[in-house]
Every structure is written in structure tokens, then in C-alpha cells.
């Protein structure tokens, strides 16, 4: 057994396959209880006798859909000082007041635009998330700087 977070990567009628987001494991469900691609799941997975290669879902506790959008407003001051501080191509990650986490990127300002898309489309992000129990990431940005929050 295996007890865990998740994120559905492939899903049909008949089948799934989970990626947990702790240790990036694959396990292939060999039915499919409803789950979709990009949704999470915290819950537990068993193998299946006898070669234990293909697993089902003894128990989902909560199943839950990660939002990334890109927001209008600029990285807060805390970011904009932070981003100040380091240099271009580093992360620095800071707790939030709360659940959650504010990622900081600094980038060569002609590259903020594709950095931002980068993080939208990475799985990753959807993975990190998930791992942190949030459902929603904002990205905010101004010239080289991206403020990536994972909020409740």
C-alpha cells in the first residue's frame, strides 16, 4: 500500500496513471474510478496480486483540481525586495502567512514573458501545488521578476 498525493497525468474509461508528487513514482491504476487528467488526489493505492505492477485506489480522502493563471496585479513589495536581492536566474522560495508558498524568480527582463509561460505550462507547478495541499497559483510579474504564489 501506499498512502499519498497524486496528480492524474493520463486517464480513459479503463485506466489511469497517477504520478505521486512526493518521490515522482508512476503507477498504473488497472481500472479508472472516475479520475480525469490534471486532477489530485490524496489517498491510498494498493498493488494488484499477482504481479503487483498495476495498482487501484483503496481510499481517496480528497480530490482536487489545481487553477494556474497568470494575475494582472504586480508581485507584491516582499517579492520586488527579495528579487532585488539576488541575482538574475535564482529562486527564492518564503513561506506565506498561512497555507502555502511564494516562489521568486529573477529573469533578464526580455525573457519575463516566457518565463511566465513556462511556469503556467509546467507540469511542476501543478505538481508542487498538489504537494502543498493548494488548489490555486497565481503568477504575477513586472520585468524581471516572477512572483509564483500556491495559495488555498
Do not use: C
Not at 48 to 57: A, F, H, K, Q, S
Not at 75 to 102: F, I, K, L, M, S
Amino acid at each position: 500500500m501506499k498512502t499519498g498525493t497524486f496528480v492524474v497525468t493520463e486517464a480513459d474509461a479503463e485506466s489511469a496513471v497517477l504520478r505521486d508528487v512526493s518521490d515522482g513514482q508512476i503507477h498504473t491504476l488497472g481500472s479508472n474510478p472516475g479520475l480525469e487528467v490534471g486532477v489530485a488526489v490524496e489517498g491510498t493505492l494498493a498493488p494488484e496480486p499477482p504481479m503487483d505492477v498495476v495498482w487501484t485506489v483503496e481510499e481517496i480522502d480528497r480530490q482536487f483540481t489545481v487553477s494556474v493563471e497568470e494575475h494582472d496585479e504586480p508581485p507584491t513589495e516582499r517579492a520586488r525586495e527579495t528579487a532585488a536581492d539576488q541575482p538574475v536566474g535564482e529562486v527564492t522560495t518564503h513561506e506565506r502567512a498561512g497555507t502555502g508558498e511564494v516562489h521568486v524568480l529573477t529573469v533578464p527582463e526580455d525573457s519575463t514573458d516566457s518565463a511566465v509561460a513556462d511556469v503556467r505550462d509546467d507540469e511542476a507547478t501543478v505538481e508542487r501545488a498538489a504537494r502543498l495541499g493548494v488548489e490555486r497559483v497565481e503568477i504575477r510579474s513586472e520585468p524581471g521578476v516572477v512572483s509564483v504564489r500556491y495559495l488555498p
